[in-house]
């Protein structure tokens, strides 16, 4: 079992819907969970962290975490054409050193049409 | 503050060539990280740095791979000898209190 697991998409939706993108983690332990935005040619680019059980809000995105599930998903309301773009959930999985390590999933593809 | 600079942004090698990737983390972050992403197996971590110290290397595929961080503002990731299998985006990292921010990156090609 991959240590995060992501759908590839790609996921399509129009523009004004609410894109729903799902990961889930393998490590129990884990307490820290990003999501990343990479455009096409681009670098990852931080959007969203969250470190407890719920919801987060910020803006048009919601992060939500479900620790029991090792579910981890982000909604995007609203969504218009630049938000098309591969998006990366991301874990920190307990190294052997004791220290963390950000294990990234293979990520979701976002297409919003016009 | 810059952002973390990477360079070179694209490097075209022969096999057998050494190649030198350079990054100069942001300012004040503690935590480097090289990762290495390619279509087939998305961003895979290669090794990182706390406050100059490397921590953990286990992604580093091979000998071939080496990296080093002299000081708190400048590290490199050496291959040699180069493979074309190695061809791929090179992204490094920096964070502080969690947070990560990359480098554009470097694009290898190895012919």
């Known amino acids: 079992q991959k240590e995060v697991e992501q759908n590839s998409g790609p996921l399509s939706v129009p523009e004004g819907a609410i894109a729903s993108l799902n990961c889930t983690y393998s490590?129990?332990?884990?307490?820290?969970f990003f999501w990343y935005r990479q455009y096409s040619g681009k670098s990852p680019e931080l959007i969203m962290s969250i470190y407890s059980n719920g919801d987060k809000e910020d803006g048009r995105f919601t992060a939500q975490l479900n620790k029991a599930s090792q579910y981890v998903s982000l909604l995007i309301r609203d969504s218009q054409p630049s938000d098309s773009a591969t998006y990366l959930c991301a874990v920190n999985i307990n190294g052997n050193t004791g220290f963390q390590k950000l294990v990234f999933g293979t990520g979701t593809r976002l297409l919003v049409s016009p | 503050d810059a952002g973390v600079i990477q360079s070179p942004r694209h490097e075209v090698t022969e096999m057998g060539q050494e190649v030198t990737l350079r990054c100069k983390p942001i300012s004040g972050h503690d935590y480097l990280f090289w990762y290495r992403q390619t279509m087939m197996r998305g961003l895979e971590l290669l090794i990182y740095f706390n406050n100059n110290v490397p921590i953990d290397d286990s992604g580093m595929p091979e000998d071939r791979f080496s990296a080093k961080m002299p000081n708190a503002s400048f590290s490199t990731l050496k291959i040699q000898p180069s493979e074309p299998r190695d061809s791929a985006v090179y992204f490094c990292a920096s964070s502080f209190l969690g947070s990560k921010y990359f480098g554009a990156g470097t694009r290898l090609s190895v012919l």
């Open positions: 490590d129990r332990v884990s307490q820290s």
